[in-house]
């Protein structure tokens, strides 16, 4: 055994090499200079050309001030809800450091360790990388400050280069971006709602932030409890008398401003920006505040002429369309979105987000969710139909000019050949929008009229999951799919972005090659490129014979069907209409060889907490609006401006594929011309008649509106249960092409997946 001797010399000579080297250590670094720290720089945005879009992130009011304009109400706040300590320690707080690691350690919340004079000192390392050396030379630098600083000029520094969201850095930046007042009047309840902001201006900036926790509603929720918690803390650390802490209740939660982010962010700037700035961050790894710090040189997909046209096109229609004034009950709160994307590379080369964050309209709805996609789905259930067949096709893919019952109110088996039920327990009857006795059709004529009938008994036939697989292979989220194995799904009760339905769609186009949609092409930092912008690597989503038999079927759609006011386009074009029960959304999603868009309308209060869908029944002095409507109007108009002086393209010759599939009763065509279906025993006379044009009211007025380039809406459309019948058969996986409605098919024997919840929202697809 060692003597003590022994043991305490080489712990004492420990403890002075120890100290012998934090002395040197502290010697040797500098001191922060908030001056330098808060001169933080411009993002430069370039549109596709690269000419200039706009420069933002470092322009706003970047004063240093002195701790003389910063009012104690500020001051107290931050170092009640930061460091209780902070006029006593030395810069570090051991014991605080102590209580971070004890409860991270133990399961209890993550907690920053940090004094006042840490963080502030972490400020001035622009690139905060997370390494040993920048932790030690942090360590001793807050050492020395803590020693050699006021407390006031160390508390100043850190409120001048603190990042408090809405672009401002600085608490002079924060004041003017918030409350547009300079930091040296802020009254108690703006300083405590400053300091909230400190936690983390990603998820408690009220405006949202990125990732799918940061929204504005979940934001918000988050700041007024951080901000009551530090008027609490102040009373508790006694910085604050109860009686002052008694006036700010949830009512006087300060108001605040239009975001400073709008200086320059008119028309569709600020969505193009805000799209830009999440991918950018998204690929290269950045943080909110590394982002506001600038620098950063960012060349987007964006086209200029196209952004304009598309604007252009919304503007005008919404123009002549609604009447806020003589109509506010039912025009008021109807929202645009639009997207577009070049169909052989996946760019976005336009969006279409809202009427301007000049407007304080800060949702994008070109990147919207939740709601739902209608009867633009429908492609996705006849490709994954070609693609993998049904059980009774034996492995083969199914072709176009199959027949299925297409009369309304028809009964929709399960795979077992079992009739769906209803919430009641009754057989669910599926509904079309028209009642016209259609008999058995092709899924061309289906597709062509957008008869709900058909596409559900097809997604069972298919396969639930199958439909998904087709529709995530083309670039659909799996979070915006619809979770429910019910015949809803098949009508577009899924809701994708205006952004993902341009790009799938255009994998149609691309003859099965899918490209994931991009806003960026090149960042540079300093002058210097930055890795991880290159476009995406092609994909084979599908086999090329099946998409290109979709686009087939999408141009009769256009040509004959719900989508004819896209014919004026005057090119090859192939696309879908969809509108929701209740009329809560109305779709258009269309291309052409050369380029994808997709416009969607839906009717929406922004500034409501749950931001629910309301029904567009009598928008525009309608009685209903479809997708065939306003949505296909703006995308013709846009197509034609967006594709002026652009050679005429056709689509490849789509080659026959798969078996055809007739249910009993339904003869099969033939190959050079297609028989007229005839009626089954247990089915109304088959016969297809094409949509009817309007006619005149009893009245002798007609039907449509004078601006008849909104007449004729779509006319085959539908309701379901909306996720109703997703029970015990209605949730099964597959199904069969059995006999008449509600007969089985003796060779169906293979058991269907379980079935999914009944929880999806209520409105599937209207046409």
């Known amino acids: 055994m060692p003597s003590w001797k022994l043991v305490s010399g080489t712990a004492l000579g420990f403890f002075a090499v120890v100290t012998a080297g934090a002395g040197i250590g502290i010697a040797m670094v500098s001191t922060p200079d908030p001056h330098k720290a808060a001169q933080a720089q411009n993002n430069v945005f370039e549109w596709a050309d690269g000419t200039q879009m706009v420069a933002t992130g470092g322009s706003m009011n970047r004063q240093i001030v002195p701790i003389s304009d910063i009012p104690r109400s500020m001051r107290d706040a931050v170092i009640a809800a930061e460091n209780e300590s902070f006029e006593t320690d030395k810069g570090v707080d051991p014991m605080g450091i102590g209580r971070a690691v004890w409860n991270m350690a133990t399961g209890g919340s993550t907690q920053g360790g940090s004094t ?30 803590g020693v050699s600083e006021e407390k006031d000029t160390v508390l100043a520094g850190y409120l001048n280069t603190a990042y408090y969201g809405r672009d401002a850095y600085g608490i002079q930046a924060a004041a003017r971006a918030y409350f547009g007042k300079d930091c040296k009047d802020l009254n108690p309840a ?93 690929n290269a790894h950045i943080t909110a505040e590394q982002m506001a710090l600038g620098g950063y040189t960012i060349r987007t997909t964006f086209e200029k002429p196209k952004v304009d046209a598309l604007a252009k096109a919304v503007e005008d229609t919404r123009n002549e369309f609604l009447d806020e004034k003589k109509r506010p ?75 299925y019952q297409a009369n309304d109110l028809t009964v929709i088996n399960n795979r077992e050949g079992r009739p769906l039920r209803d919430a009641s327990g009754s057989p669910f009857k599926q509904k079309n929008e028209s009642p016209t006795p259609y008999g058995y059709v092709t899924l061309t004529e289906a597709m062509e009229k957008s008869i709900n009938v058909p596409f559900a008994q097809l997604v069972f036939d298919v396969g639930h999951e199958k439909v998904r697989n087709v529709a995530k292979s083309t670039g659909i989220l799996e979070e915006s799919l619809n979770p429910n194995n019910d015949a809803s799904f098949a009508l577009g009760t899924s809701t994708p972005s205006a952004i993902r339905m341009a790009d799938s769609y255009a994998t149609f186009a691309a003859s099965g090659m899918h490209r994931e949609p ?102 525009g002095g309608t009685d209903s609006i479809h997708g065939g409507d306003i949505p296909a109007v703006i995308w013709t108009e846009y197509m034609r401006e967006a594709l002026k002086g652009a050679p005429l393209t056709k689509f490849p010759e789509a080659e026959d594929i798969g078996v055809k599939a007739d249910s009993a009763g339904a003869p099969s065509p033939t190959p050079t ?65 059995g006999g008449p409605s509600g007969s089985p098919s003796p060779t169906n024997t293979r058991p269907g997946r379980p079935g999914g919840s009944t929880g999806w929202p209520t409105g599937a697809a209207a046409d």
Do not use: H
């Open 116 to 145: 006042i004079t840490q963080q502030y000192v972490k400020n001035t390392y622009l690139d905060s990388d997370q390494t040993l050396k920048r932790k030690v030379t942090e360590l001793f630098i807050a050492i020395r400050l």
């Open 190 to 282: 703006e300083s405590a709602f400053l300091a909230s902001v400190l936690k983390g201006p990603n998820l408690y900036n009220p405006d949202g932030g990125i990732g799918a926790a940061a929204t504005p509603a979940l934001n918000e929720q988050r700041a007024r409890k951080r901000w009551a918690w530090v008027l609490d803390r102040e009373v508790e650390v006694g910085r604050m008398d109860k009686g002052e802490r008694a006036k700010y209740t949830d009512a006087e939660f300060p108001p605040r401003i239009e975001s400073e982010q709008a200086r320059g962010m008119t028309g569709q700037i600020g969505y193009l920006v805000d799209t830009a700035k999440a991918y950018v961050m998204k």
């Open 329 to 403: 009950e039912f025009d008021t709160f109807v929202q645009f979105g639009a997207s577009s994307v070049d169909v052989k590379t996946g760019k976005i080369v336009a969006i279409y987000g809202g009427p301007g964050w000049d407007q304080k309209y800060f949702s994008n709805n070109a990147n919207t969710s939740g709601v739902p996609v209608g009867s633009t789905w429908k492609p996705y259930v006849l490709a994954a139909a070609m693609e993998y067949g049904t059980q009774n096709s034996k492995g083969q893919g199914i072709s176009v000019d199959s027949k």
């Open 518 to 619: 991009y806003s960026v092409t090149e960042v540079k930092k300093n002058g210097d490129k930055l890795p991880g912008f290159e476009a995406p690597t092609a994909q084979r989503a599908m086999d090329n014979a099946v998409a290109d038999n979709v686009t087939k079927v999408l141009e009769n759609v256009i040509q004959n069907g719900t989508g004819t006011k896209a014919k004026k386009l005057g090119r090859p074009a192939a696309g879908k209409t969809g509108t929701t029960d209740e009329n809560k959304s109305a779709w258009f999603v269309g291309y052409t060889p050369e380029l994808s868009t997709s416009v969607v309308l839906f009717r929406s209060n922004p500034n409501s907490k749950d931001k629910e869908l309301q029904s567009m029944n009598g928008v």
């Open 673 to 737: 011309a297609p028989a007229s279906p005839s009626a089954s025993p247990s089915t109304s006379p088959s016969s297809s008649p094409p949509p009817p044009s309007p006619t005149p009211s009893k009245g002798g007025k007609p039907s449509c509106k004078p601006w008849e380039l909104y007449c004729n809406p779509d006319t085959t459309g539908g309701t379901s249960n909306g996720g109703t019948n997703g029970g015990t058969d209605g949730g099964t996986d597959g199904g069969i092409i």
